[in-house]
């Protein structure tokens, strides 16, 4: 079972989300019929899934869930005083989900069973039906279970009909006959209870037996008022801290349509190298070209399905962001709208874990710090060519640059003359240094910068960029750029001073070659007029301390961005653009900032992958570094 361990963990992890969301959607409209069936549908496979992997507790509290909503089935809405109850729930059972994530005993959940709900809320619990007892409360430790040859620990539950007529004895005949077959560890209600008699729906025990369930499921099935009876094995060992992680593999879905495809595309890729093999032994040089195009289209193919698998739409992320509002707005008093657009959008798996908590982040602060009393914070999510562009918004008083420009001073992150030279794009940026919101929390533009250097770094680790932009009484936009995906990317080949580098695509906006008379001197720098455009020239040689080599005629320029404003990087020579896998580098190497990863071309070649900006960034910030510009 531990291999399905992780598809458990990942299918409840979407139905959470999915729950979260809908408590959140019914609280605004409780009589949302088809809200109200999906969240049972949710929590209804929680239990089922959970009860099958002998994760008591988590399916205990799901059922418990479940019948809450049988009864908002029933009376067709959801009462106000019940939200909060599902709320608690559902964080139980990512807390749940969580100890089952680090491979640790699932916490109790009896207090919340037993706590007292609302009184507008439905009885759980039928007349004649007791709760199922957590395992906990079976009180068998593993450690005071001795093996024996031959025989299994099985947990057993006998579900009694409801008409059955005094259904205490019936469950003491049970016992007593299922006693005759194996050692009965403890009971729910234990024999003692039943002697008292009363109310028993069902009878749960640990049972420890030389017989097969099929053998004891005649036994007991033969039995009058038996309704039905299941099975779960003894597997709190698997919950022990001690069970292997590395049999804990990630796992994913994936549709059996693009599996279809897979198998497609290798009969193929098959066919393709016979050919190959073949035109290759009888020198057949058409065919050999030919092949190649094929293979170059089945790759293509084959890469392009393969990104397919490795996507997941934003809302995988974005089903804690109502609650997250909900709540914030409760303990604020705020009466803010979230509103989600483009969840629909889809990304690299790789990147939207990382984009979680940066996503939190930016949320938080715009309900927190962007908008005063009431408002609308909107994420919203779009494609734009190869670029996903994820914007979060809100309508609030926006960020007063004049007192970040004095922050900065006062903070001496910049001159008094640095900052009146400091464009307001640039300037806001300031919000993403550590440390600067901190003393900006009494402020007008108070905690902006909480966790925005999180946001900035995870951005740009993903090879993504952000920008801020802000108007006094207007709002905030703090906005992202973030390529699709991490493992396959198009980049830009260029050479300096016979070595050749890789600039991701994402970040080259064009490229041009200019002759030595279109630049111009700005001081100590030297730039290129394009239109009403003035861009500063950067050496990329000069940057990588790279030693000089003679260069005549034009020059090769490459346009990116940096926090809003163009810059040219001059380099030898244009290589062409070329679609690279990207490995991550081992320390020390990763230590370098401005190099994102590496590749290796087909000759064998490794070729690292340049990030201009935090490229820029660490020559900006280097003790007695001169600004950029000049080149030979």
């Not at 959140?24 to 099958?52: C, N, Q, W, Y």
């Not at 057993?156 to 560890?185: F, K, Q, Y």
């Not at 905030?476 to 198009?490: E, F, G, M, N, Y």
């Given at each position: 079972?531990?291999?399905?361990?992780?598809?458990?963990?990942?299918?409840?992890?979407?139905?959470?989300?999915?729950?979260?969301?809908?408590?959140?959607?019914?609280?605004?409209?409780?009589?949302?019929?088809?809200?109200?069936?999906?969240?049972?549908?949710?929590?209804?496979?929680?239990?089922?899934?959970?009860?099958?992997?002998?994760?008591?507790?988590?399916?205990?509290?799901?059922?418990?869930?479940?019948?809450?909503?049988?009864?908002?089935?029933?009376?067709?809405?959801?009462?106000?005083?019940?939200?909060?109850?599902?709320?608690?729930?559902?964080?139980?059972?990512?807390?749940?989900?969580?100890?089952?994530?680090?491979?640790?005993?699932?916490?109790e959940v009896a207090d919340f069973l037993s706590s007292n709900a609302p009184a507008a809320m439905p009885q759980v619990h039928s007349p004649g039906r007791e709760m199922l007892p957590s395992a906990a409360a079976l009180n068998i430790e593993p450690e005071a279970v001795s093996a024996t040859p031959g025989e299994e620990m099985v947990q057993v539950t006998v579900h009694l009909a409801a008409d059955a007529a005094a259904p205490a004895a019936r469950a003491l005949l049970l016992l007593r006959e299922l006693g005759a077959i194996g050692t009965i560890h403890s009971s729910k209600p234990d024999e003692e209870m039943l002697r008292r008699g009363g109310p028993v729906g069902r009878l749960i025990l640990w049972l420890q037996t030389k017989n097969t369930e099929a053998?004891?499921?005649?036994?007991?099935?033969?039995?009058?008022?038996?309704?039905?009876?299941?099975?779960?094995?003894?597997?709190?060992?698997?919950?022990?801290?001690?069970?292997?992680?590395?049999?804990?593999?990630?796992?994913?879905?994936?549709?059996?349509?693009?599996?279809?495809?897979?198998?497609?595309?290798?009969?193929?890729?098959?066919?393709?190298?016979?050919?190959?093999?073949?035109?290759?032994?009888?020198?057949?040089?058409?065919?050999?070209?030919?092949?190649?195009?094929?293979?170059?289209?089945?790759?293509?193919?084959?890469?392009?399905?393969?990104?397919?698998?490795?996507?997941?739409?934003?809302?995988?992320?974005?089903?804690?962001?109502?609650?997250?509002?909900?709540?914030?707005?409760?303990?604020?008093?705020?009466?803010?709208?979230?509103?989600?657009?483009?969840?629909?959008?889809?990304?690299?798996?790789?990147?939207?874990?990382?984009?979680?908590?940066?996503?939190?982040?930016?949320?938080?602060?715009?309900?927190?710090?962007?908008?005063?009393?009431?408002?609308?914070?909107?994420?919203?999510?779009?494609?734009?060519?190869?670029?996903?562009?994820?914007?979060?918004?809100?309508?609030?008083?926006?960020?007063?640059?004049?007192?970040?420009?004095?922050?900065?001073?006062?903070?001496?992150?910049?001159?008094?003359?640095?900052?009146?030279?400091?464009?307001?794009?640039?300037?806001?940026?300031?919000?993403?240094?550590?440390?600067?919101?901190?003393?900006?929390?009494?402020?007008?533009?108070?905690?902006?910068?909480?966790?925005?250097?999180?946001?900035?770094?995870?951005?740009?680790?993903?090879?993504?960029?952000?920008?801020?932009?802000?108007?006094?009484?207007?709002?905030?936009?703090?906005?992202?750029?973030?390529?699709?995906?991490?493992?396959?990317?198009?980049?830009?080949?260029?050479?300096?001073?016979?070595?050749?580098?890789?600039?991701?695509?994402?970040?080259?906006?064009?490229?041009?070659?200019?002759?030595?008379?279109?630049?111009?001197?700005?001081?100590?720098?030297?730039?290129?007029r394009q239109g009403e455009d003035v861009i500063s020239l950067l050496s990329l040689r000069k940057i990588l301390r790279l030693p000089a080599r003679p260069s005549a005629g034009s020059i090769p320029v490459v346009i990116t961005e940096i926090h809003g404003r163009k810059a040219g990087l001059v380099v030898d020579r244009l290589s062409g653009q070329r679609e690279v896998f990207v490995k991550s580098l081992a320390f020390p190497l990763d230590?370098?900032?401005?190099?994102?990863?590496?590749?290796?071309?087909?000759?064998?070649?490794?070729?690292?992958?340049?990030?201009?900006?935090?490229?820029?960034?660490?020559?900006?910030?280097?003790?007695?570094?001169?600004?950029?510009?000049?080149?030979?």
């Amino acid at each position: 079972m531990t291999k399905y361990r992780e598809m458990f963990l990942s299918e409840t992890r979407e139905h959470l989300n999915n729950m979260s969301r809908l408590v959140i959607t019914l609280e605004k409209d409780p009589s949302d019929r088809e809200g109200i069936d999906s969240l049972f549908r949710d929590v209804h496979s929680i239990k089922g899934m959970a009860a099958s992997m002998g994760y008591a507790h988590t399916a205990e509290l799901a059922h418990h869930l479940e019948d809450l909503m049988d009864g908002f089935r029933k009376s067709g809405t959801v009462p106000e005083t019940a939200v909060d109850r599902l709320l608690e729930g559902v964080d139980l059972l990512e807390g749940l989900l969580e100890d089952l994530g680090a491979e640790k005993p699932e916490r109790e959940v009896a207090d919340f069973l037993s706590s007292n709900a609302p009184a507008a809320m439905p009885q759980v619990h039928s007349p004649g039906r007791e709760m199922l007892p957590s395992a906990a409360a079976l009180n068998i430790e593993p450690e005071a279970v001795s093996a024996t040859p031959g025989e299994e620990m099985v947990q057993v539950t006998v579900h009694l009909a409801a008409d059955a007529a005094a259904p205490a004895a019936r469950a003491l005949l049970l016992l007593r006959e299922l006693g005759a077959i194996g050692t009965i560890h403890s009971s729910k209600p234990d024999e003692e209870m039943l002697r008292r008699g009363g109310p028993v729906g069902r009878l749960i025990l640990w049972l420890q037996t030389k017989n097969t369930e099929a053998q004891i499921e005649r036994l007991v099935s033969g039995m009058a008022d038996v309704e039905k009876i299941s099975f779960t094995e003894d597997r709190r060992s698997e919950a022990h801290p001690s069970a292997r992680r590395e049999d804990a593999s990630r796992t994913v879905r994936v549709r059996t349509d693009l599996l279809d495809r897979f198998i497609n595309l290798t009969g193929e890729l098959i066919t393709s190298r016979y050919m190959l093999q073949s035109a290759s032994r009888e020198e057949q040089w058409p065919m050999i070209r030919e092949g190649l195009d094929q293979l170059n289209r089945l790759i293509a193919d084959l890469h392009h399905h393969v990104l397919q698998v490795r996507m997941m739409q934003l809302k995988s992320i974005t089903g804690h962001l109502p609650r997250l509002v909900r709540d914030l707005c409760r303990k604020s008093g705020k009466d803010i709208q979230l509103r989600l657009e483009g969840e629909e959008v889809e990304l690299d798996r790789a990147i939207l874990e990382e984009l979680a908590d940066p996503l939190v982040h930016m949320v938080r602060n715009a309900v927190d710090h962007g908008i005063e009393n009431s408002g609308e914070v909107t994420v919203t999510a779009r494609r734009e060519k190869d670029l996903v562009l994820l914007q979060v918004a809100d309508n609030g008083r926006g960020m007063d640059a004049g007192i970040i420009r004095k922050k900065a001073v006062e903070k001496g992150l910049l001159s008094p003359a640095q900052a009146k030279a400091l464009r307001e794009r640039d300037l806001l940026q300031l919000v993403c240094h550590p440390g600067f919101s901190t003393a900006e929390k009494v402020t007008e533009t108070s905690g902006r910068g909480v966790g925005m250097d999180v946001v900035k770094s995870a951005a740009e680790s993903l090879g993504g960029t952000l920008e801020i932009s802000s108007e006094p009484g207007r709002g905030t936009s703090i906005l992202l750029k973030l390529p699709l995906s991490v493992a396959i990317i198009q980049v830009l080949l260029v050479e300096c001073s016979g070595h050749t580098l890789a600039i991701p695509i994402t970040r080259v906006l064009r490229t041009l070659v200019i002759s030595r008379e279109e630049i111009r001197s700005s001081g100590r720098q030297m730039v290129l007029r394009q239109g009403e455009d003035v861009i500063s020239l950067l050496s990329l040689r000069k940057i990588l301390r790279l030693p000089a080599r003679p260069s005549a005629g034009s020059i090769p320029v490459v346009i990116t961005e940096i926090h809003g404003r163009k810059a040219g990087l001059v380099v030898d020579r244009l290589s062409g653009q070329r679609e690279v896998f990207v490995k991550s580098l081992a320390f020390p190497l990763d230590r370098l900032s401005g190099i994102s990863g590496a590749t290796v071309l087909g000759d064998g070649s490794v070729v690292f992958i340049i990030d201009p900006q935090s490229l820029l960034e660490e020559l900006a910030g280097s003790p007695g570094a001169r600004p950029p510009g000049e080149h030979s």
